[in-house]
């Protein structure tokens, strides 16, 4: 270490942002391509 | 949600090529679902609100709590390749390339977390937001390596030849997490040793070991919704290479 840190608190506030941009950012991914495989089964279902 | 299975047709009966379906979502993926958010949620506020700022470090400590979950859940993402990996290998059931995909991707994205989370914690620590350290170079090599596996499967349409190679690619690349966990033992550089609950002060065990399974969760629900997506994509290019198939017969 290399002794104490006056101001951490900006970088916790950063890497908890970071955190949930990662998280929310694949949850939202996630998410758009469940429904876009949703939408492709309904339509090739309706299709046959 | 009906239960969508194609079958393979009797011109494509290589052993990879076993019935594959989709069925509907297990409850047990539902509750744990809506768990996870609670879980992550509940012990970052708890635990970044309750413990007390360490003696060298600050308030910078708080950042152990997602960047050792984070490291900590890449490996057993890797480690799920690795174990898929092998079974495709072995079975060649192509269920278990679809999971080792799904595990090489959450586990990247997870190791690029974690990346970033290390960078931003070093730049006050150590002066630095990155240096050749052998555990930020070791890591960041596993992160390249699956960052590969996953553009390798891009460049051929074949699945039977993309499992292979995704196969091999994803064994080789688990074999780099223990020289990643043993870095700073092997080679002591700047990054200090394994902060886990048997070298931490037992202040911050018990949120270590929370958050740890706070990210276990999401790891589990992230794989299984990833699978479950590849498993959808490849029903859909059997049902074209069927109807292909179909038409070229008549």
Redesign the interface.
């Known amino acids: 270490?290399?002794?104490?840190?006056?101001n951490?608190?900006p970088?916790?506030i950063?890497?908890?942002a970071?955190?949930w941009a990662?998280?929310l950012g694949?949850t939202i991914r996630?998410i758009q391509?469940?429904r876009h495989?949703d939408a492709?089964?309904s339509h090739?279902?309706s299709n046959s | 949600m009906a239960e969508t299975t194609v079958r393979d047709s009797a011109a494509t009966s290589r052993a990879s090529y076993a019935p594959l379906a989709l069925s509907p979502v297990p409850r047990w993926l539902t509750v744990l679902t809506w768990l996870t958010p609670v879980a992550l949620i509940g012990a970052q506020a708890y635990f970044v609100m309750a413990s007390a700022p360490d003696r060298d470090m600050g308030h910078l400590q708080k950042i152990m709590y997602v960047h050792v979950p984070a490291a900590w859940n890449a490996f057993l993402a890797f480690l799920w390749v690795f174990i898929q990996s092998v079974r495709y290998l072995w079975k060649r059931d192509e269920r278990a390339d679809l999971q080792a995909a799904a595990g090489a991707e959450v586990g990247a994205v997870l190791t690029g977390l974690t990346l970033l989370l290390g960078s931003i914690w070093g730049r006050p620590t150590w002066g630095v937001w990155w240096t050749w350290d052998a555990r930020l170079t070791s890591t960041a090599v596993l992160f390249l390596v699956y960052v590969g596996y996953l553009a390798l499967r891009g460049l051929t349409d074949d699945p039977e030849r993309r499992a292979r190679w995704s196969a091999a690619v994803g064994i080789l690349g688990a074999l780099n997490v223990p020289i990643v966990y043993m870095s700073v033992k092997w080679w002591r550089t700047l990054h200090q040793m394994q902060s886990a609950p048997s070298t931490l002060d037992p202040t911050y065990t018990m949120g270590l070991r929370a958050n740890a399974f706070a990210f276990l969760f999401m790891l589990i629900v992230f794989v299984a919704y990833r699978y479950r997506g590849l498993l959808a994509e490849r029903v859909m290019e059997r049902q074209l290479d069927d109807a292909a198939l179909t038409r070229r017969s008549r």
């Open positions: 270490m290399n002794g104490m840190v006056v951490s608190w970088y916790v950063a890497a908890y970071v955190t990662v998280i694949y996630l391509m469940t495989h492709s089964r090739s279902v």
